[in-house]
Every structure is written in structure tokens, then in C-alpha cells.
């Protein structure tokens, strides 16, 4: 992690906190990325995390750069070939870091990313996660998401 100007936590929910832990040395000051979501699945629907702060807040505590979340409205298999035709949402509370990670998803879609407030909003981000992975079951789907209305 030497050198690099954006670190990104890509791992499952279940270890992104330990992961974090023991990379925070590491880390250090370098501005974090998180995408990671935690969720529950059963049989019939998956559901949000019932925390009340979000994981990306959870991992805010446990390192000492600023933390930023996104990327969750994006399905991994969209990414494999073009960029996919929807919008990305990004939250953070440190200006510099939120303008590096929307740099960086604004490359991996065809359309927006777009700036979703304060760090509090991953609570919603997050749990638009589950949101998308029920429509996707339902629909047999690989759907994202749109924002209308803003212009960029």
C-alpha cells in the first residue's frame, strides 16, 4: 500500500472489518475504499444489515484515513466487459478522498458517479445492495441503477 493514493476494501462483509484491522498500519493515512455490504440471505429474499451504523462507518472507526463507500449498486459480472450503462453512488465525509474514488468510478460505468452525500448515506447505500440482488433474483437480472433528473 505504499505510494498508492487510494486503497479499496474489496472483500466479503463477513471480513471486512477484520480486514481492515489488520491492514490499519498499513493503511495509514491513505483514504479507503469500501464496497463491501452486509447482508443476510435466505431462501426467499436477502435483507440489509439491521445495524445501525454501516459497515463503511463501522471500518471508519477501526482505521485512521478517511473512509469512503460506493460501488454498491454496481453487480461484479456488469463490470466484465464495457462499462455498464448506469450510474454509481459515492459517499464520504473528507472532500479529497470522495473526489478521488468518484474519479475512479466514473471510469467503470457509462454513466454518472455521483456525489450521495455524508459517510451516513452508505446506511442507505448498503442496503440499496439488497435491493438490487431481490430485483436481480426476481427478474433473473443484472440490473443497476439510473438517477434521473440531475445534471452532471
Known amino acids: 500500500l505504499a505510494g498508492v493514493d487510494l486503497a479499496v476494501l474489496a472483500v ?3 471480513a471486512a472489518l477484520d480486514t481492515a484491522r489488520g491492514l490499519a498500519a498499513s493503511i495509514g493515512a491513505t483514504p479507503l475504499l469500501s464496497v463491501a455490504s452486509a447482508l443476510s440471505f435466505s431462501q426467499g429474499a436477502v435483507y440489509p444489515d439491521p445495524a445501525q451504523r454501516s459497515l463503511a ?3 471508519q472507526e477501526v482505521v485512521d484515513g478517511p473512509v469512503v463507500a460506493g460501488l454498491h449498486s454496481i453487480a461484479a459480472a456488469n463490470l466484465l ?4 450503462d448506469e450510474d454509481t453512488l459515492v459517499c464520504g465525509d473528507d472532500a479529497a478522498a470522495k473526489a478521488l474514488v468518484l474519479e475512479l468510478a466514473d471510469k467503470l460505468v457509462a454513466g454518472r458517479a455521483l456525489d450521495a452525500g455524508p459517510l451516513a448515506s ?3 447505500l448498503e442496503g440499496l445492495t439488497a435491493v438490487i440482488v431481490n430485483i436481480n433474483r426476481r427478474y433473473r437480472a443484472h440490473a443497476g441503477i439510473r438517477v434521473t433528473g440531475v445534471d452532471t
Open 57 to 59: 462507518e463501522r471500518i
Open 122 to 124: 452508505a446506511r442507505t
Open 12 to 14: 466479503k462483509a463477513d
Open 81 to 84: 466487459a464495457a462499462p455498464p
